[in-house]
């Protein structure tokens, strides 16, 4: 199943609900990085998944 794109306007306005600070959208992997929290954000059916506990760790 194909990615559905984010609406890039939304993209402007979203930032970390942790760390406050602006996302990364990593459009491989269909995510939203924050790299002041060290969380990836998942993207499912087009609507990022702003919650920390549906969050990834990052790798080092």
Do not use: F, H, T
């Not at 609406?7 to 406050?20: A, H, N, Q």
């Not at 990364?24 to 969380?39: K, P, Q, T, V, W």
């Amino acid at each position: 199943m194909p990615n559905q794109p984010v609406d890039p306007r939304l993209l402007e306005i979203l930032v970390c609900p942790l760390s406050k600070q602006p996302l990364i959208y990593d459009r491989e992997r269909d995510e939203l990085i924050s790299r002041a929290a060290g969380l990836a954000y998942p993207i499912r059916g087009g609507i990022p998944i702003m919650l920390p506990d549906e969050a990834r760790a990052l790798e080092d």
